[in-house]
């Protein structure tokens, strides 16, 4: 049987009984919009500046402030969290994916005030954390689910046992747990490479013609040798591992490789695993 759909269709008396109902509802909607007009007054005396090209990632430099003052300063890291809470979950990359995080750097300096307030803001515990603070069941929860947690280093190359020294006589027994475990590194294993050898690296090697365009080996701090691009670019800890080679902290997979003749290293490779970087020698 045919459908006859002009019957299921509202009469035009009935339509024009409907429109007034539509506009009632239609203004009730616009009553109901979340926009007072204190609100709408912010809105247009704010005038926020350009978007950085950052948004809506955090501000690298307050990453890597945050980050950097968790090894020492309480003071900036409060500062910092408070104002941005999100902070406290920040991780930075040092260099050849050596990441940090805020958290992390309080853990492997000992720093447990620091570690609490960021704790307190949102930062995520790992078995560093836990290590450095004395958790022990939770450590020995961690390595039971996970073994080679033992020997995972950290960030820098930092091992967890160190982590545990860092936490000095709260870490106490954690430090004597790890002890009893087989084969572990206490420190990041490596080969010693005695200080007379360094002259053999020491220098710039260019990569290019531009100003910066160079890599600057040099003795660090802590007596190893150190890698940066540019006079001012983040210093690397370089861990030797034999016949010319290094890796930089925190990033095992890398390898510098130094071409050497003469007793003198002549040019520098960096691979990630292909060939990243290739510089030779500035006389």
Excluded at 37 to 51: F, S
């Amino acid at each position: 049987m045919p459908v006859n759909l002009e019957s299921r269709l509202p009469s035009r008396r009935t339509f024009l009984g409907l429109v007034p109902m539509g506009i009632a509802a239609g203004a009730a909607v616009s009553v109901a919009w979340p926009t007072s007009p204190a609100r709408a007054e912010e809105i247009d005396t704010a005038k926020p500046g350009p978007l950085p090209d950052h948004f809506p990632q955090q501000d690298p430099a307050l990453v890597r402030q945050v980050v950097g003052a968790s090894h020492f300063n309480i003071k900036v890291v409060r500062e910092l969290v408070e104002a941005q809470p999100a902070l406290a979950k920040a991780s930075y990359d040092w260099g050849f994916g050596d990441w940090e995080t805020a958290l992390g750097a309080a853990s492997h300096t000992g720093r447990r005030e620091i570690a609490e307030l960021l704790l307190h803001h949102g930062a995520r515990p790992n078995v560093f954390t836990f290590a450095m603070l004395g958790y022990l069941e939770a450590v020995k929860a961690s390595i039971a689910a996970e073994q080679r947690l033992v020997n995972l280093p950290g960030p820098h190359s930092i091992t967890l046992y160190a982590h545990a020294r860092a936490g000095r006589d709260g870490a106490a027994s954690v430090r004597t747990y790890l002890e009893s475990l087989p084969n572990i590194n206490k420190t990041a294993p490596m080969e010693a490479l005695d200080e007379s050898q360094h002259a053999t690296y020491l220098g710039d090697y260019a990569f290019g013609p531009g100003e910066g365009e160079q890599l600057t080996v040099k003795v660090g701090g802590q007596g190893l040798l150190q890698v940066r691009k540019g006079a001012n670019g983040v210093s690397r800890n370089l861990f030797y591992l034999g016949d010319h080679t290094f890796h930089p902290a925190g990033a095992e997979a890398v390898r510098i490789v130094f071409g050497v003749a003469g007793g003198t290293a002549q040019s520098i490779v960096v691979h990630d695993p292909d060939p990243v970087v290739s510089a030779r020698r500035v006389e």
